[in-house]
């Protein structure tokens, strides 16, 4: 899959462009929750919390268009749609990692 997304209009930073692409807190959520494997709408929208469904859908655009999550639509009835993170998606693992360490080093310093 080819990411959409204008390679040109990316900042030349690249810690800019990697915030451009996953800086949301509904992005990062969504990667979260999509890094233990394939997910269904309903799934993601109680796992990542009080999002409405409107924005859940457009930053799963957003992340389809940008080559990060896949979107399986399978023909049944009712129609059944499955998100996962595609290869370029889970090379952020890392990055989700290092952030899960952190947030977890934080919290044990400044737990009162």
Known sequence: ???KTDVNALPACPVETTLTLIGSKWKVLILRD????KKRFGELKRS?????QKVLTAQLREMEADGLVIRTVYAEVPPRVEYELSELG????????SLWTWGEEYKARYAK
């Open 1 to 3: 899959m080819e990411a």
């Open 34 to 37: 999509l890094i233990d494997g």
């Open 48 to 52: 990542v919390g009080s999002v409405s």
């Open 90 to 97: 889970m090379t952020l693992k890392p990055i989700l990692d």
